[in-house]
């Protein structure tokens, strides 16, 4: 085998066809490399990649026409195949010479994305598994350019019909989404696959009753099922055609999946093609004997059909990797292991028509199908199915909206497809940009709701100058299926119905009658979340009244760090306290809390075992707090207050007949919008976790969305790198291959 492998690489480096090849393929692939990431800026290789791949299908069948059909041309495939050298190795020898040829463009392209990092943050391991994907893509292109190469003596022919059939191959999902779903037309296709393949079999085995028996026992089988098992046969035609759509499976790669179950639908191809390559070459060129022509005809079917039931049984597990920039196409733990408790059965239905399925979406809800027995996702087209959305909802519903449905109880929400992603609208240049996706939250969330009887409510006091929430503090607290509402202490008393009060930074003080009101409401055994606003035009006696009793102490002034515990691109008051381990609020916060312009908390001693007060957010011992109105240098001065603090603090109260759970922060604008946009801190998770330990219920899990981030790079001058990949590399492999050439003419 070796012996063949080093002819046949000998032979394309000595033609010129191993080096134009590499260096046009290259070439090729340094101009979607400029285009893509030098001169657009953007940190991800694999665009580059999928711009090279249609090349590439041209490509295949020029560099793997001439590997057989030469032999046959020049006859010497007679002398080829009756030397001792088993057919099996001379094919394979073939196949790993031009192997190698593709691996050599695959060296270059591991080494591009690494030259990208000169410039900014890379997605490395995205970009590397689409290199994966791709070369499992090439390596299955280039068997069947082997395969059909073996069938004529024709190089013209056989690179026509490679191309014919890659580029079916990469449309194949295009025209499958074309095909009708009814059972009668897919009956009637399936009928004619079968004519089809029983004219096949008797072309390669010569043996009539095999071919009309396989006829017989299949119309009757396709008969069965179109009479008794009907809709087994809808859309039966369009899923097996997409079992030869071998550009689709490189799209997981592509997007930053590692999955196992392409790896080995690729090498079940690769290994299925050269098989029959070999079994073919075999009864074409030595044992024409009919017995032989059954023996590898039957043997090629089973292995066929072996792995064909593999790939199926593989297909039905979950054996892919998540890659992908802030997991994407995952679910989270706390996720998996809410749904993996569910008693009732839900499903997911997926408004959607044939065709515009989102990608990111379909594979999120093969996470919650994976990940629980009493969870199943259907696809539902509205106009296939006119009346079916009205049942659930009066709303028109955008393509990829899904209604999650109670099957128990008949409880059912919807989760709209303009919420699934966040944008950010740039009133300057008119163009809106994604910067979260919101699937996981939005969905766990609606089973959350059809799962649960009673709903607490959360509400927000507004009459003294209060932060409201924004719209991601809003969105954290909605998604646990909490109502959020309003209500002012001026006006009207707290309402009966409240679970949770939320005053966050007053900025005027509250009377001594409101103030009662909200300590008999938590010596009742109501639960509160108070935080504290350092912008306050004098003092708020009798709203830090109500935090000593819970002996925590506001001190004057905003803390400010200079050891390094603060987001040094912004400013020492934008603190990165250190988190407590209080399972109840930070215990599972694995992002940094950056508290910004805090005020900070003293706890002072108490004895009473009725009371439990933990810190859950500190500053670092070097921290102290500016007390001047106006700041003029971020050092200590004199009258400044010397830390350590405390910047957030959780209380249980036992101290009257009902428990009350108190959360108290030093900042007012830990929820803002702009704090939480980038989804890189911890902060909202936080709220959502004092929110759940109050509430007290299973319904309240919120799941932050997953951020979005385009890597842009800062390519100041690109042309170098440019030149390089565009140019002098293919340039140099052009004229290496073009010496070697000229020296063996003329040899």
Known sequence: ???????????????????????????????????????????????????????FIILVPVITMRLVAEEKKQKTDQLLYTSPIPVWKIMLGKYLAVLTLFGVVLAFCCVYPLLLQIYGDVALKTAYCAILGFALMGAAFLAIGLFISSLTESQVLAAVITFLVLLLGNLMSSLTSMISEGATANFVML?????????????????????????????????????????????????????????????????????????????????????????????TMLDRSSSGRMFRTTTSILLTAILVIVNLGAGKLDLSVDLSQDSWFSITKDTKEYVKDLKQDITIYQVVSEGNEDQILEKVLKKYENASSHIKVQK?????????????????????????????????????????????????????????IDM???LTSAIAAVTSDNLPVVYQETSHGEIEFGTMASSAVTKMNVTLNTFSS??????????????????????????????DYLNAGGDAIFTVNYDVEGELPNYESILKNYYIKVNNGVVAETEGYYVQSISPFYLVPSVGSDENTVGNIEKPVVSPASKGLTIEDYDDENLTVTSILDSSDGAYAKTAKEIETYSYENGDVKGPFSLGASITDNRNSSESRVVVLGSAYLFEDAMNQAGQFGNLEILSNSVGWMTDMESSISIPAKTVNISYLAVTNPIPLAVLVVFIIPGVLMITGFVIWLRRRRA
């Open 490 to 519: 001026l006006t009207e008393s707290i309402p009966e119905d409240c679970d949770v009060l939320v005053i966050n930074g007053p900025t005027t003080d509250f009377s001594e009658s409101e103030t009662k009101a909200i300590q």
């Open 191 to 283: 009928l004619v696959c079968l004519a089809l393949l029983c004219v096949l079999l008797y072309v390669l085995m010569r043996n009539v009753f095999i071919s009309a028996g396989t006829a017989v026992i299949g119309a009757a089988a396709l008969t069965f099922l179109f009479v008794k098992k009907n809709a087994m046969l809808e859309g039966a035609m369009a899923n097996i055609l997409d079992w030869f759509s071998i550009s689709e499976r490189y799209n997981n790669f592509q997007i930053g999946i590692l999955d196992l179950n392409s790896v080995l639908y690729y090498v079940s191809l690769i290994v299925i093609v050269l098989f029959i390559t070999i079994q073919h070459t075999n009864q």
């Open 1 to 55: 085998m070796f012996a063949i492998y080093k002819k046949e690489l000998r032979s394309y480096l000595h033609s010129m066809i191993g080096f134009v090849f590499v260096a046009f393929f290259l070439a090729i692939i340094g101009i979607y490399y400029f285009a893509y990431n030098l001169y657009s800026g953007y940190g991800n290789f694999e665009y580059v990649l999928d711009g090279a791949s249609f090349v």
């Open 380 to 436: 539902k087209d509205q106009v296939k199915n006119p009346g079916f959305v009205s049942q659930y909802t009066t709303e028109e519903l955008a393509e990829n909206s899904c209604i999650v449905v109670n099957e128990d109880t008949g409880a059912s929400k919807v989760v709209s497809s303009s919420d699934m992603y966040q944008t950010d609208y740039d009133y300057q240049t008119y163009q809106s940009t994604t910067t979260g």
């Open 440 to 442: 996981e939250g939005l």
